[in-house]
């Protein structure tokens, strides 16, 4: 094997720690020895310890002359742990393969000679999330609409639950698990109801907080976000003048009720997203509704975007000509539904789109 491909091994074992490591990167290490690989490391969590020193306690005395790839430059200062470089050169590694430098300052190209650049943008892609936090002090924003082929994102009656199928779903519950932090409107709270957690077993146990920007505190104590998991990972975000009864009945439950900026009287949202950041939320998933999304994307705070199009529409009948699919589920019902087919209309399931991972599609 080659350094690219000890280097794709090397990224597959930072992504394990997807959802796990913030505010750290997200880092993965080999130690290479006379071509075959004798430690692996990870680095599981924010002050556990690093990749690095997992692969090299891993490799023991096998390190002493061997190569170590990470994907990003070893640390050189004293962070919660010990510097990196201190133990690699210790280990008597004799060769670095890094995929990218780290843009923190602290880090950044001081301490070690190293090969960089391999599979860089592969390195870069994976910590996107982690450069944008250093660069700008604020978490990486990724928006999530499901969306029913019609381009409509509830139905008729408002409720959104359903509209697509469970590998879009299962997609999303992946999506909320390598997030940070996950964020609605209360609208959404009001409308849907939703408890905003993982829940697919295979992820294991993973709590985002859970995010509300409401402006006049009009989540109600009731509110199933606020009766899951921990009541300290749900914060409600408010502006100045929201009623100091619904803070007090909204703290009762454990919640935190931050009082942030308002712009044009509602929760400023870059503010939110700053204070977010301060609290190591590094990347931040949005999941509606329209009104939210809107304002976020007005004002350029949205890094992706995507919508699910595993679309599950249900059809009835013959449809008629010039309207491919008419999707029952999104369109308010109007008195008896016209007879579209001398016989009985059929109900079917079409699955109009991939399943698993590739169900979601993100902008770039
Ligand atoms: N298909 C999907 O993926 C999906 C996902 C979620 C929701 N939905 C659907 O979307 C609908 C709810 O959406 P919605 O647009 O009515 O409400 P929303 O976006 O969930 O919440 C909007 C509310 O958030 C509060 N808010 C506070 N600060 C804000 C700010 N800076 N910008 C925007 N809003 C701010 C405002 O209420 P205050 O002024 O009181 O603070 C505003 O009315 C429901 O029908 C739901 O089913 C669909």
Redesign the pocket.
């Known amino acids: 094997m080659d350094d690219h491909a000890w280097m794709g091994r090397t990224l597959a074992l930072a992504a394990q720690g997807r959802g796990l490591t913030s505010p750290n990167p997200m880092v993965g290490a080999l130690v290479v020895s006379d071509g075959a690989a004798v430690g692996e490391g990870v680095h599981r969590r924010a002050g556990e310890p690093h990749a690095e020193v997992e692969a090299l306690r891993a490799a023991g005395p096998e390190a002493r002359g061997a190569s170590l790839y990470v994907n990003l430059e070893p640390c050189v200062h004293r962070g919660r742990t010990p510097p990196c470089v201190d133990a690699l050169l210790e280990a008597g590694i004799r060769r670095v393969v890094v995929g990218c430098l780290d843009p923190n300052p602290v880090v950044n190209g001081r301490g070690v000679e190293v090969t960089v650049g391999v599979r860089e943008e592969e390195a870069r892609v994976l910590n996107r999330a982690f450069f944008k936090f250093i660069a700008t002090g604020r978490p990486l924003v990724t928006l ?4 029913t082929l019609d381009g409509k ?2 139905a008729w009656d ?4 359903w ?1 697509t199928g469970e590998a879009a779903r299962a997609e999303g519950h992946r999506m909320r698990a390598g997030a940070d932090a996950i964020l ?6 009001l ?2 109801d ?1 408890e905003l957690t993982v829940r697919l077993p295979e992820l294991g146990p993973r709590e985002p907080l859970r995010v509300v ?4 505190l ?1 989540t109600p104590p009731e509110a199933r976000l606020l009766k899951v998991g921990a009541p300290a990972r749900t914060l409600i ?2 502006v100045a003048g929201a009623p100091a009864e619904a803070a007090r009945a909204l703290s009762a439950r454990g919640v935190e009720v931050l009082g942030c900026p308002a ?7 870059d503010a939110l997203l700053a204070e977010l950041a301060r609290r190591g939320v590094v990347s931040l998933l949005a ?10 994307l007005e004002a350029g705070l949205v890094d992706r975007s995507g919508a ?1 199009r595993c679309i599950r529409v249900k059809l009835l009948g013959v449809l008629p000509p010039g309207r491919p699919v008419r999707s029952l589920e999104t369109e308010r019902p109007r008195g008896r539904p016209r007879p579209l087919a001398p016989r009985a209309p059929r109900r079917t399931r079409l699955w109009l789109a991939g399943r698993g991972p590739s169900s979601f599609v993100l902008s770039p």
């Open positions: 999530k609409t499901a969306m994102i509830a408002g409720a959104s639950r509209i609605v409107g209360v609208g959404t709270v409308r849907d939703p920007v409401d402006s006049r009009r975000a408010c712009r044009d009287g509602r929760v400023d949202l999941e509606g509704g329209g009104e939210l999304h809107a304002s976020l699910q």
